[in-house]
């Protein structure tokens, strides 16, 4: 199986947050967060279900706008624009869709079509990478749940990116394949940005950890 000992990212790269504020109608989800989540670390977002976890997820990667508050993107060459994010981050959530009608091999070239994979890789190592060697040509439409799940994975570990979000990492996923899930995050820890949203701990080993409902407030 083609897999290098260490998936590296390119460049530094950080994101400071200042008094960050969300809030839907009359109810804060979360109210004066400041921060700052640098590269080489591991960033847990916590808190119970339905507290705004992925909402501070969508914000951090520039999709939802903060109702107050500043964001303040940074790369080695300097600061970054939020029109500009994108090309720098890899995301995986259970609500990312895939296309159906596409093979595995389709998927995988369409998404590379995007973005651009990791140094050392090539599209066609990412099959037995994510053990679907045997589903090159099987429609996404007739993989399990698991499957899809690990493919979603995959592309967020092996797009060149220097922030990766992962909300629910583990949803879906057997023993085994929690376990592929650990190895591949612990080869990109050293050099990436990387921010979970969940409640298992062993979905975020060695992260600092953020309780949303300490920055929650009515």
Known sequence: MAEATNIRSNHHFSIKVSDL???????????????TFDSGNTYAITGPNGSGKSTLMQVLWGQSLPTAGTLQYSAENGEV????????????????DLIDEFTLDEQLDFHFKIKTIRTGFTIQDLPDIMYLGSSRNKQIGNFSSGMRQRLKLALAFYTQAE???LDEPGTNLDKQAFQ???????????????????????????????????????
Do not use: C
């Open 21 to 35: 504020s969300k809030r839907f109608n009359r109810e804060w989800i979360f109210k004066d967060l400041s921060y």
């Open 81 to 96: 624009e939020v029109t500009e994010v994108f090309r720098h981050i890899a995301i995986a959530t259970p609500y990312m």
């Open 163 to 165: 922030v990766i979000f």
């Open 180 to 218: 592929w899930y650990l190895n591949q995050l612990e080869k990109v820890q050293p050099f990436s940005l990387i921010i979970i949203a969940s409640n298992n701990p062993e979905e975020y080993p060695g992260a600092e950890v953020i309780n949303i409902s300490e920055w929650k407030t009515n």
